[in-house]
Structure formats: structure tokens, C-alpha cells
């Protein structure tokens, strides 16, 4: 019923850019939070960052001042905006969404996932 899509991942050097988006599909026209979560090989699934209806935002402070969650609620696509990568960035980002709350496990529906990797 609802589908998540991620773009955007792939190879960029360290101290580059990269903007990743995911555009929700289904019967759901807006949704409480929406939001990004990563996981690198052999650690679990950690938080990026996540954006409520409101507006509100939360990132994990290992991206704190580094990377920036936006969304378009027209389009119900949500943005990363990663800046100043570092190789423990390298990840699978994974979008997320919510219909109430906006913690990890109110998180309603996964996207399958888009891979970033910063290496020299």
C-alpha cells in the first residue's frame, strides 16, 4: 500500500557532497515524521536524522552541522543533504516513515535502501 523509494547513493570522495531523496507512493498523503536512518557493514541501523509535520528535526551528532533533512510535503519526498563526507558515512541510508510518533520504532514503513560509499 505505501512504498518508500530512495535515489541518489554512490561513490564520493571524502570531504564531498551527496543529496539523497526518497519519494513516498501509496494511500498516505502526509505523514506524522519521515526520516533516515543508515547501516554499516557489520553495525546495526543507527539514526540520521528525521523531520516531523511540524517541522521539527532531529539528527544523530555524528551529522550534526554536516548534513541537512528537508522535505517537500506536496511531493511527500524527504531530502538528505550530506555535506563534508567522511568515510564513516559509508552506509546503506534507509528512508523511513511515520503515522504517528517519530522514534525509530513508530517508524511505519522502510525503503529498501541506497548505498553510500566515501572512499579516496
Known amino acids: 500500500q505505501v512504498q518508500l523509494v530512495e535515489s541518489g547513493g554512490g561513490l564520493v570522495q571524502p570531504g564531498g557532497s551527496l543529496r539523497l531523496s526518497c519519494a513516498a507512493f501509496?494511500?498516505?498523503?502526509?505523514?506524522?515524521?519521515m526520516g533516515w536512518y543508515r547501516q554499516a557493514p557489520g553495525k546495526q541501523r543507527e539514526l540520521v536524522a528525521t523531520?516531523?509535520?511540524?517541522?521539527?528535526?532531529n539528527y544523530a551528532d555524528s551529522v550534526k552541522g554536516r548534513f541537512t533533512i528537508s522535505k517537500d510535503n506536496a511531493k511527500n519526498t524527504v531530502y538528505l543533504e550530506m555535506n563534508s563526507l567522511k568515510p564513516e558515512d559509508t552506509a546503506v541510508y534507509y528512508c523511513s516513515a511515520a503515522r504517528t510518533g517519530w522514534g525509530e520504532r513508530d517508524m511505519d514503513y522502510w525503503g529498501k535502501g541506497t548505498l553510500v560509499t566515501v572512499s579516496s
Open positions: 523531520t516531523t509535520s511540524g517541522g521539527s528535526t
Open positions: 501509496g494511500s498516505i498523503f502526509r505523514f506524522y515524521a
